[in-house]
Protein backbone atom coordinates (compact mmCIF):
# COMPACT_ATOMS: atom_id res chain seq x y z
CA UNK A 1 0.00 0.00 0.00
CA UNK A 2 1.48 3.63 -0.82
CA UNK A 3 -1.09 5.08 2.31
CA UNK A 4 -1.83 8.84 1.60
CA UNK A 5 0.03 10.27 -1.48
CA UNK A 6 0.32 13.96 -1.88
CA UNK A 7 1.37 15.78 -5.10
CA UNK A 8 2.81 17.85 -6.02
CA UNK A 9 5.69 17.79 -3.52
CA UNK A 10 6.26 21.84 -3.92
CA UNK A 11 4.69 24.89 -6.05
CA UNK A 12 5.45 28.13 -6.67
CA UNK A 13 2.19 30.47 -7.56
CA UNK A 14 1.80 33.80 -8.33
CA UNK A 15 -0.86 36.01 -6.55
CA UNK A 16 -4.30 35.39 -8.13
CA UNK A 17 -3.14 32.15 -9.88
CA UNK A 18 -5.28 29.04 -8.94
CA UNK A 19 -3.97 25.41 -8.41
CA UNK A 20 -5.56 21.70 -7.40
CA UNK A 21 -3.37 20.20 -4.79
CA UNK A 22 -4.09 16.00 -5.22
CA UNK A 23 -4.69 13.75 -2.03
CA UNK A 24 -5.35 10.16 -2.41
CA UNK A 25 -5.31 6.88 -0.51
CA UNK A 26 -5.72 3.29 -1.16
CA UNK A 27 -7.00 2.11 2.15
CA UNK A 28 -10.26 2.15 1.89
CA UNK A 29 -10.28 5.36 4.17
CA UNK A 30 -14.26 7.25 4.76
CA UNK A 31 -12.46 9.98 6.95
CA UNK A 32 -9.83 12.50 4.77
CA UNK A 33 -8.71 15.93 5.84
CA UNK A 34 -6.42 18.79 5.12
CA UNK A 35 -4.67 20.56 7.55
CA UNK A 36 -2.37 23.36 6.85
CA UNK A 37 1.09 23.75 9.09
CA UNK A 38 2.67 27.82 9.61
CA UNK A 39 5.21 28.12 12.13
CA UNK A 40 4.27 28.92 15.71
CA UNK A 41 0.53 28.06 14.64
CA UNK A 42 0.45 23.92 14.51
CA UNK A 43 -1.55 22.26 11.99
CA UNK A 44 -5.01 23.62 11.56
CA UNK A 45 -7.67 21.92 9.94
CA UNK A 46 -8.68 23.46 6.52
CA UNK A 47 -11.88 21.16 5.29
CA UNK A 48 -12.87 17.60 5.87
CA UNK A 49 -15.03 14.64 4.68
CA UNK A 50 -16.81 12.24 6.67
CA UNK A 51 -17.06 9.93 3.02
CA UNK A 52 -17.75 9.80 -0.42
CA UNK A 53 -20.04 13.17 -1.48
CA UNK A 54 -20.26 14.80 2.03
CA UNK A 55 -17.12 17.63 3.12
CA UNK A 56 -17.51 20.02 5.68
CA UNK A 57 -15.56 23.29 6.85
CA UNK A 58 -12.79 23.20 9.28
CA UNK A 59 -11.15 26.10 11.29
CA UNK A 60 -9.91 28.25 8.41
CA UNK A 61 -11.33 27.07 4.98
CA UNK A 62 -11.82 30.48 3.22
CA UNK A 63 -10.00 30.55 0.23
CA UNK A 64 -9.94 27.16 -0.24
CA UNK A 65 -12.34 24.27 -1.77
CA UNK A 66 -12.92 20.11 -1.59
CA UNK A 67 -15.07 17.98 -3.24
CA UNK A 68 -14.71 14.35 -2.47
CA UNK A 69 -16.04 12.00 -5.31
CA UNK A 70 -14.70 8.97 -4.67
CA UNK A 71 -13.24 7.54 -1.31
CA UNK A 72 -9.47 7.44 -2.92
CA UNK A 73 -9.77 11.13 -3.72
CA UNK A 74 -9.73 14.61 -1.60
CA UNK A 75 -7.81 17.19 -4.06
CA UNK A 76 -8.04 20.81 -2.53
CA UNK A 77 -8.50 23.82 -4.34
CA UNK A 78 -7.14 27.14 -4.23
CA UNK A 79 -9.25 29.66 -6.30
CA UNK A 80 -7.17 32.91 -6.03
CA UNK A 81 -4.04 32.33 -4.20
CA UNK A 82 -2.76 34.70 -1.96
CA UNK A 83 0.72 35.20 -0.17
CA UNK A 84 -1.20 34.41 3.08
CA UNK A 85 -1.68 30.98 1.64
CA UNK A 86 2.01 30.08 1.89
CA UNK A 87 2.28 27.02 3.98
CA UNK A 88 2.95 23.68 4.15
CA UNK A 89 -0.65 21.34 3.66
CA UNK A 90 -1.23 18.05 4.81
CA UNK A 91 -3.20 15.49 3.82
CA UNK A 92 -4.75 12.75 6.13
CA UNK A 93 -7.10 9.65 6.56
CA UNK A 94 -8.55 7.43 8.69
CA UNK A 95 -11.20 4.62 9.17
CA UNK A 96 -14.22 4.93 10.98
CA UNK A 97 -16.18 2.28 13.60
CA UNK A 98 -19.75 2.82 13.71
CA UNK A 99 -19.56 5.94 12.26
CA UNK A 100 -16.55 7.82 13.93
CA UNK A 101 -13.40 8.36 13.09
CA UNK A 102 -11.34 6.06 14.33
CA UNK A 103 -8.48 7.27 16.92
CA UNK A 104 -5.48 7.30 14.49
CA UNK A 105 -5.07 9.71 11.49
CA UNK A 106 -2.44 8.85 8.47
CA UNK A 107 -0.56 11.16 7.27
CA UNK A 108 0.67 12.11 3.58
CA UNK A 109 4.40 13.64 2.77
CA UNK A 110 2.97 17.49 2.69
CA UNK A 111 3.01 20.02 -0.11
CA UNK A 112 5.32 22.87 0.40
CA UNK A 113 3.21 25.85 -1.57
CA UNK A 114 4.78 29.56 -1.84
CA UNK A 115 2.46 32.29 -3.15
CA UNK A 116 4.48 34.77 -4.44
CA UNK B 1 -14.61 26.08 21.89
CA UNK B 2 -11.78 23.17 22.39
CA UNK B 3 -8.47 24.79 22.31
CA UNK B 4 -5.12 22.81 23.18
CA UNK B 5 -1.85 24.76 24.64
CA UNK B 6 1.75 23.67 24.17
CA UNK B 7 3.01 26.18 26.14
CA UNK B 8 6.98 25.79 25.18
CA UNK B 9 8.01 26.16 21.16
CA UNK B 10 11.35 24.64 21.70
CA UNK B 11 12.55 22.17 24.64
CA UNK B 12 16.25 21.16 24.69
CA UNK B 13 18.03 18.61 26.55
CA UNK B 14 21.08 16.30 27.03
CA UNK B 15 21.11 12.85 26.28
CA UNK B 16 19.55 10.76 29.15
CA UNK B 17 18.31 13.67 31.11
CA UNK B 18 14.08 13.41 31.69
CA UNK B 19 11.79 14.74 29.16
CA UNK B 20 8.72 16.03 29.46
CA UNK B 21 6.60 18.14 27.04
CA UNK B 22 3.40 19.79 28.48
CA UNK B 23 -0.16 19.82 26.50
CA UNK B 24 -3.08 21.61 28.52
CA UNK B 25 -6.60 21.16 26.80
CA UNK B 26 -9.87 23.04 27.38
CA UNK B 27 -12.88 20.97 26.71
CA UNK B 28 -15.93 20.35 28.80
CA UNK B 29 -16.72 17.07 27.63
CA UNK B 30 -14.83 13.44 27.49
CA UNK B 31 -11.75 14.13 25.52
CA UNK B 32 -9.71 12.01 23.60
CA UNK B 33 -5.97 13.18 23.93
CA UNK B 34 -3.29 11.72 21.38
CA UNK B 35 0.53 12.71 20.61
CA UNK B 36 1.74 13.34 16.85
CA UNK B 37 5.45 13.26 16.42
CA UNK B 38 7.12 14.41 13.27
CA UNK B 39 10.68 13.20 12.66
CA UNK B 40 13.08 15.47 10.12
CA UNK B 41 12.27 14.48 7.04
CA UNK B 42 9.33 12.37 7.68
CA UNK B 43 5.46 12.52 8.19
CA UNK B 44 3.61 13.43 11.05
CA UNK B 45 2.65 10.41 13.04
CA UNK B 46 0.78 8.98 15.75
CA UNK B 47 3.18 8.34 18.96
CA UNK B 48 0.88 7.13 21.45
CA UNK B 49 -3.08 7.85 22.56
CA UNK B 50 -4.46 8.11 25.97
CA UNK B 51 -7.07 5.71 26.18
CA UNK B 52 -4.32 2.83 24.65
CA UNK B 53 -2.54 3.62 28.22
CA UNK B 54 1.04 2.39 26.41
CA UNK B 55 4.30 2.92 26.27
CA UNK B 56 6.14 3.91 22.96
CA UNK B 57 9.14 4.58 22.42
CA UNK B 58 10.09 4.74 26.37
CA UNK B 59 7.56 7.72 26.06
CA UNK B 60 4.59 7.99 28.82
CA UNK B 61 1.48 10.36 28.82
CA UNK B 62 -1.28 10.19 31.39
CA UNK B 63 -4.87 12.07 30.80
CA UNK B 64 -5.12 14.11 33.87
CA UNK B 65 -9.04 15.21 33.94
CA UNK B 66 -8.82 17.79 37.29
CA UNK B 67 -5.56 19.74 35.66
CA UNK B 68 -6.65 18.97 32.15
CA UNK B 69 -3.39 18.41 30.93
CA UNK B 70 -1.37 15.63 28.64
CA UNK B 71 1.81 16.24 29.07
CA UNK B 72 4.17 13.55 27.42
CA UNK B 73 7.29 12.34 29.50
CA UNK B 74 10.07 10.37 29.09
CA UNK B 75 12.64 9.28 31.93
CA UNK B 76 16.01 9.42 29.46
CA UNK B 77 16.20 11.34 26.08
CA UNK B 78 17.89 9.99 23.68
CA UNK B 79 19.19 11.79 20.26
CA UNK B 80 16.72 10.02 18.03
CA UNK B 81 13.70 11.87 20.08
CA UNK B 82 14.74 15.22 18.49
CA UNK B 83 11.73 15.92 16.52
CA UNK B 84 8.47 18.21 16.58
CA UNK B 85 5.57 16.95 18.72
CA UNK B 86 2.16 17.71 18.68
CA UNK B 87 -0.88 17.51 20.85
CA UNK B 88 -4.05 16.68 19.79
CA UNK B 89 -7.62 16.40 20.83
CA UNK B 90 -10.70 14.76 19.72
CA UNK B 91 -14.19 15.35 21.01
CA UNK B 92 -16.30 12.08 21.35
CA UNK B 93 -18.57 12.85 19.27
CA UNK B 94 -16.98 14.45 15.97
CA UNK B 95 -14.41 13.48 13.46
CA UNK B 96 -11.89 16.58 13.64
CA UNK B 97 -8.64 16.61 15.48
CA UNK B 98 -7.33 19.94 17.22
CA UNK B 99 -3.83 20.48 17.24
CA UNK B 100 -1.40 22.26 19.50
CA UNK B 101 0.92 24.69 18.11
CA UNK B 102 4.40 22.05 18.69
CA UNK B 103 6.84 21.36 20.57
CA UNK B 104 10.11 21.12 18.99
CA UNK B 105 12.43 18.73 20.79
CA UNK B 106 16.25 18.57 20.84
CA UNK B 107 18.52 16.34 22.04
CA UNK B 108 22.20 17.40 22.27
CA UNK B 109 24.34 14.36 22.69
Known amino acids: NAGVTQTPKFQVLKTGQSMTLQCAQD?????MSWYRQDPGMGLRLIHY???????DQGEVPNGYNVSRSTTEDFPLRLLSAAPSQTSVYFC???????????????FGPGTRLTVL | AQRVTQPEKLLSVFKGAPVELKCNYS??????LFWYVQYSRQRLQLLLR??SRESIKGFTADLNKGETSFHLKKPFAQEEDSAMYYC???????????FGTGTRLQVFP
Open chain 1, 92 to 106: ASSYTIAGLTYNEQF
Open chain 1, 27 to 31: MNHEY
Open chain 1, 49 to 55: SVGAGIT
Open chain 2, 27 to 32: YSGSPE
Open chain 2, 50 to 51: HI
Open chain 2, 88 to 98: ALKRWDTDKLI
